[in-house]
């Protein structure tokens, strides 16, 4: 079975710092990552894809994700973070044999602090 | 251009009421998800549409809820004599297909409390 991990709850960071949110995944075969940010009270909003080829992807708002094959992972980046930024961070895998639905880690806390 | 839509915003209804649930897609997706967000259970994958065909809903919770799709647009989830652990907030994707590596976009959800 395809599953995601997001071993931290909750990322605290300072403004101005880089900032990472970690992501691995179990699936067979070649995986279609995602990341995907949330807001108080508001629905998803897609950040970035993983497909196939380079291994760094970027994405909306400056972020960006580093797919590593051997380790698993998928982890998500930004190098100078702004307390905007301070969201729910979903990571996902999709499931082409579930009609290609989404399976996601149980979220991301991120506190971006003046 | 228009995302996707969902109506009511919020929905309080009573033990035992039935309730519908209504989505709107981005026009020319043919690909459309339902999934449930509650505090225990995270994220959770409820069905799919490809057009107006739901091949498999194994992932819904029980009997009493269902789901249609017509003209391969609006979508209806539909949720027979609610109870309280029903209480979550459901949210719908569109996706230009339900084969490839197509992003989902979500609508803001519909935020539903049983009493």
């Known amino acids: 079975a395809q599953s995601v991990a997001q071993p931290e709850d909750q990322v605290n960071v300072a403004e101005g710092n880089p900032l990472t949110v970690k992501c691995t995944y179990s699936v067979s075969g070649n995986p279609y990552l995602f990341w995907y940010v949330q807001y108080p009270n508001r629905g998803l909003q897609f950040l970035l894809k993983y497909i196939t080829g380079d291994n760094l992807v970027k994405g909306s708002y400056g972020f960006e994700a580093e797919f590593n094959k051997s380790q698993t992972s998928f982890h998500l980046k930004k190098p100078s973070a702004l307390v905007s930024d301070s969201a729910l961070y979903f990571c996902a895998v999709r499931d082409m044999s579930m009609g290609g639905k989404l399976i996601f880690g149980q979220g991301t806390e991120l506190s971006v602090k003046p | 251009g228009a995302g996707v839509s969902q109506s009511p915003s919020n929905k309080v209804t009573e033990k035992g009421k039935d309730v519908e649930l209504r989505c709107d897609p981005i026009s020319g997706h043919t690909a459309l998800y339902w999934y449930r967000q509650s505090l225990g259970q995270g994220l959770e994958f409820l069905i799919y549409f490809q057009g107006n065909s739901a091949p498999d809903k194994s992932g819904l919770p029980s009997d009493r809820f269902s789901a249609e799709r017509t003209g391969g647009s609006v979508s209806t989830l539909t949720i027979q004599r609610t109870q309280q652990e029903d209480s979550a907030v459901y949210l719908c994707?569109?996706?230009?297909?339900?084969?490839?590596?197509?992003?989902?976009?979500f609508g803001p959800g519909t935020r539903l409390t049983v009493t």
């Open positions: 994707a569109s996706s230009l297909s339900t084969a490839g590596p197509y992003e989902q976009y």
